[in-house]
């Protein structure tokens, strides 16, 4: 039986490329920055503080700081996201790069990308889909395929491929094989920045996800075993070194740091150096930045701040209604970081002061991040992140991000606020979630929100599982994104934003359920299954906005809602049912288009198409009762491309009963207005 080895998560890279030939890899454009990022002149070593279109090209240097990370396009659409603590350049050679330190994240496009990778003590070129590659402390590095077959070649000609699930180590020289182990992609993917801390989700994630599930299923079978063991740094031609976080002390050459992960805390004081906290022993790391305790969720990962076993935050006992913590002997820091080893609990309302607005504050905890119900929790920062490996639960929590005008709102604040989470993450009972700018829910479970009001000038739900919001609305100034493999249910909610995306990556239906949904721009819903909107209203620009109602491959039915846009897409992999049942179709503008394709049956009953200049209806077999095209022009296709009047017969365009255009019998207008023809 095959031994299952966690991953110890200290690195994150991702290097997706397939085994076409492609354009060199000598410069990128810097797309997102978080953080401390630099750019150094290879010429005269000069520093730049690098930000979002700035051309990063060889020779250069790109040279993260701590809690830092950058992401760079290049012109073949390679994508490198770069970690924590790394250096790296692109050298002169074709595709190759030079890793200092660090890790790195590439994504390449099927039939582009393709790679060298050299540290001072060891070269490798590297083909594949998506894999991680990262540094070990000895000058060599390790390659971890998270879906796709890899192949690794070292410098004499010997080879060395990857299935999804499996890693192994380039030994310093680059000369000899490593054993291949087993990871658990699940607990990788879902923890890694580099994966999940980005405003654009990778394309690959899906087939990553796909991976998951079998390697899930391989673990229920009882084919594969988790060790619970975790791949250290450590790696001969023989065996890997593996740490078991039960007995073995990661933190040994540090006694301070030892002491401070095996003592609680109790924080009710503004002062995190306050003796009642208690202290010693002491639990602030500042400067230098250390590598923080914990189980998988935090291993190895960059830390500076604040650190203990547990942590408890303005306890009741205290007897405060409201506790500040004074965080300003640290406003020099660029991430503060508050992180229990096992548990962080905030038990009473609370307000994280005196950071740098340009700083960022994390709350991490390596089990639960508990909030009391109903409680009050503040930041001022540029980004606010929660993160926890187990379910995250706002009951009746209201929780903020943004400099505080009198309880005003966020007036073009850049205050984001991030919630991660490997389980669920739950809205519920009132729950209120405000960010000045973006904010950002994942869950390596389902995201939930009942009875809850979230805010962002932006807003993205990223799910591993499910989405549901019932009774909860959503404000988001300028877009929102929903994305999710199972399940995404909108019931009794609204989402104002000026674009709506929502897209369902696996077979389970998507579903709006008497859902307002005001998009001026546009409403782009796309799902693999089925997809159903019932009862709702979904409103868009009427000269200029779109609304997309695509379901790939299940059916597309749309009942009791009233739709206002200029452009109305909807398609089906299956058929589709149009029911408007008095419900309005509202368009202005001569170029206002109404197009339904589905490969099987349209049914359209009870819909008054005649705001739209232009219809076109495409399937198998159209059935239509009481529609009313107006005086556009509509082209109606079927597989026999002719029309029947009365019941509905296969593979024809049917005038059940009651189509009208320009007021009289449609079926009088045909070739006059009316097109009626076959689908190819």
């Known amino acids: ?45 000069s520093k730049k503080i690098a930000v979002v279109n700035d051309i990063f090209s060889m020779p250069d240097i790109l040279r993260t700081g701590t809690a830092s990370r950058a992401e760079l396009v290049a012109p073949d659409e390679t994508i490198t996201r770069v970690g924590a603590n790394t250096m790296f350049s692109f050298d002169p050679a074709n595709r190759t790069i030079d890793l200092k330190q660090g890790s790195l994240l590439f994504h390449a496009p099927h039939g582009k990308g393709g790679g060298t990778i050299h540290t001072g003590s060891a070269t490798a070129s590297v083909l594949g889909t998506t894999l991680i590659v990262a540094t070990t402390p000895n000058g060599g590095l390790k390659v971890l395929d998270l879906e796709g077959a890899v192949e690794v070649k070292f410098l004499n000609g ?32 879902r923890s890694s920045l580099l994966v999940k801390g980005f405003n654009q989700p990778l394309d690959s994630l899906p087939l990553i996800q ?9 673990i229920q079978s009882g084919k594969v075993t988790d060790t619970g ?137 390596g089990n639960q991040l508990l909030l009391a119900p109903g409680i009050t929790v503040r930041a001022e ?19 903020f991000n943004f400099v505080n005008n009198d309880g005003g709102s966020p007036e073009n604040s850049v205050n984001s606020l991030d919630l991660n989470s490997g389980g669920d993450v739950v809205f519920k009972n009132g729950a209120l979630v405000n960010a000045g700018s973006l904010l950002t829910v994942s869950a390596g479970n389902d995201i939930s929100a009942t009875d809850a009001h979230l805010i962002g000038s932006g807003a993205m739900f990223m799910a591993q599982r499910n989405l549901a919001f019932d009774t909860t609305t959503i404000d988001a100034k300028n877009l929102a994104i929903f994305s999710a493999p199972g ?73 009791g809602t009233t739709i206002t846009t200029h452009y109305l897409t909807v398609n089906s992999g299956d058929g589709i049912l149009l029911d408007g049942s008095g419900q309005a179709l509202t368009a202005t503008g001569s170029g206002a288009t109404a197009n339904f394709t589905a490969p099987n049956l349209i049914t359209v009953n009870n819909a008054d198409f005649s705001a739209f200049a232009a219809v076109n209806l495409a399937a198998n077999t159209l059935n239509l009762s009481d529609v009313n095209f107006g005086s556009g022009i509509v082209t109606l296709k079927s597989l026999m491309g002719l029309l029947n009047l009365g019941s509905s017969r296969s593979g024809y365009v049917n005038f059940i009963e009651n189509v009208t255009y320009k007021g009289g019998l449609a079926q009088n207008y045909i070739n006059n207005g009316i097109t009626v023809t076959t689908l190819h």
């Open 1 to 45: 039986m095959k031994k299952l080895v966690a991953l110890w998560l200290g690195f994150g890279f991702v290097f997706t490329v397939s085994t076409g030939r492609a354009i060199d890899l000598k410069q990128s454009k810097v797309t997102q920055v978080v953080n401390e990022v630099q750019i150094i002149s290879a010429g005269d070593q």
């Open 158 to 189: 010997l080879k060395q491929r990857l299935n999804p699930g499996q890693m192994t180590f380039i030994l310093p020289g680059g000369g000899q094989l490593a054993p291949i182990i087993i990871f658990r992609l699940d607990e990788l993917t």
């Open 210 to 218: 796909n991976q998951i599930e079998k390697q899930q299923k391989l």
């Open 229 to 365: 063991l975790y791949a250290g740094n450590d790696a001969s031609p023989n065996q890997v070194a593996v740490l078991d976080p039960n007995t073995v002390n990661l933190h040994n050459q540090n006694p301070l740091l030892a002491a401070a992960i095996s003592s609680d805390a109790t924080i009710s004081q503004p002062s995190l150096t306050d003796a009642s906290i208690p202290t010693p022993p002491n639990h602030v790391f500042a400067d230098p930045a250390i590598s923080s305790a914990g189980g998988v969720f935090l291993s190895g990962e960059p830390f500076a701040g604040f650190l203990a076993r547990n942590i408890f935050v303005n306890p009741p006992v205290a007897g405060l209604d409201s506790l500040t913590v004074d965080l300003s002997p640290y406003a020099n820091l660029a991430t503060f970081d508050l992180v229990a080893v096992n548990n962080l609990s905030l038990e009473g309302a609370v307000t994280f002061s005196g950071l740098s607005p340009l700083g960022n504050l994390s709350l991490i905890a």
């Open 381 to 399: 920062v540029y980004n606010f992140l929660l993160s926890a490996p187990a379910t995250l639960t706002l009951d009746g929590v209201t929780l």
């Open 487 to 559: 399940a995404i249910n909108f019931n009794n909610a609204t989402i104002n934003s000026a674009a709506v995306t929502v897209e369902g990556t696996g077979n389970a239906p998507l579903t709006f359920n008497n859902t307002t949904i005001n998009a001026p721009s546009v409403l782009a819903a796309t799902t693999v299954g089925a997809l159903n909107v019932t009862g709702s209203t979904i409103e868009t620009d009427a000269g200029a906005g779109g609304v997309s109602l695509i379901s790939s491959s299940g059916s597309t039915t749309i009942t």
